[in-house]
Antibody, heavy 119, light 112 residues
C-alpha cells in the first residue's frame, strides 16, 4: 500500500524558513515524479513544485519560484520542500503527492502538514 | 485566478445525478491535454477519481464518470449519496505556466 506521510510544519514568523519532509513507502520511490501541493485556508488546491524520480529535473510555480527548493533522497525514500522568506500567503496545508507513471496527475496523496506564517 | 473555471457549488438530492463543469482555454484543455478529477474532504488526503479525462482508478465506482470535449470537461455523479458531499477539483496541464500543473478553483458538492 502506498503511504505518504508529511512532517515539519509549524508556526513560523514572517521572513523565516522551514523544511517540510515526506516519508514514502509501499512503492519504488525513485521511479516516480513527486510533487508538493498546498491549500491555503478557505482556498483551493495549488501546485507548488515537482521533481523527477532521479532528481534531475525540478519545476516550480511562479508564486514560489526563488523562495522554494524541492529535493529528494531516494536512499531514504524521502521528499523535501525548503521554503524561505515565508509570507502570510504561504500559510497552508502542504500535501506531498505522487504523480502518475504516464502523466502529471496525482494518484496518491498524504494527509498534509500545516504551515502557519504569523508573528 | 485559475484558468480552469469550475462552479463554486452544486447540489443535489440523494439518488439524483449531478455534473460539475471545468472550462479551460486553448493553452490547456483546448490544446488536447487530459483533465483529471479529485475528491477532497477537509482534513483528509485528496482522492483521484478520474485520470486521462475518462479513466477510473481501481476502487472508484462506475456511478462516477467524466467527459471532455474541446475546452470543456465535466464530472458526473449518479445515484448521489451523503458521502459524496465534498470538494471536487479538476486538474490539467497548461503550456503557458511555469511547471505546467494547473488546478481548477474547486466545486463544493452539497447533498441535500
Amino acid at each position: 500500500e502506498v503511504q505518504l506521510v508529511e512532517s515539519g510544519g509549524g508556526l513560523v514568523q514572517p521572513g523565516g524558513s522551514l523544511r517540510l519532509s515526506c516519508a514514502a513507502s509501499g512503492f519504488t520511490f525513485s521511479t516516480f515524479w513527486m510533487s508538493w501541493v498546498r491549500q491555503a485556508p478557505g482556498k483551493g488546491l495549488e501546485w507548488v513544485a515537482n521533481i523527477k524520480g532521479d532528481g534531475s529535473e525540478r519545476h516550480y510555480a511562479d508564486s514560489v519560484k526563488g523562495r522554494v527548493t524541492i529535493s529528494r533522497d531516494n536512499a531514504k525514500n524521502s521528499l523535501y520542500l525548503q521554503i524561505s522568506s515565508l509570507r502570510g500567503e504561504d500559510t497552508a496545508l502542504y500535501y506531498c503527492a505522487r504523480e502518475g507513471i504516464t502523466d502529471n496527475f496525482f494518484d496518491s496523496w498524504g494527509r498534509g502538514t500545516l504551515v502557519t506564517v504569523s508573528s | 485566478q485559475s484558468v480552469l473555471t469550475q462552479p463554486p457549488s452544486v447540489s443535489g438530492a440523494p439518488g439524483q445525478r449531478v455534473t460539475i463543469s471545468c472550462t479551460g482555454t486553448s493553452s490547456n484543455l483546448g490544446a488536447g491535454y487530459d483533465v483529471h478529477w479529485y475528491q477532497h474532504l477537509p482534513g483528509t488526503a485528496p482522492k483521484l477519481l478520474i485520470y486521462h479525462s475518462t479513466s477510473r482508478p481501481s476502487g472508484i465506482p462506475d456511478r462516477i464518470s467524466a467527459s471532455k470535449s474541446g475546452t470543456s470537461a465535466s464530472l458526473a455523479i449518479t445515484g448521489l449519496r451523503a458521502e459524496d458531499e465534498a470538494d471536487y477539483y479538476c486538474q490539467s496541464y497548461d503550456n503557458t505556466l511555469s511547471g505546467s500543473v494547473l488546478f481548477g478553483g474547486g466545486t463544493k458538492l452539497t447533498v441535500l
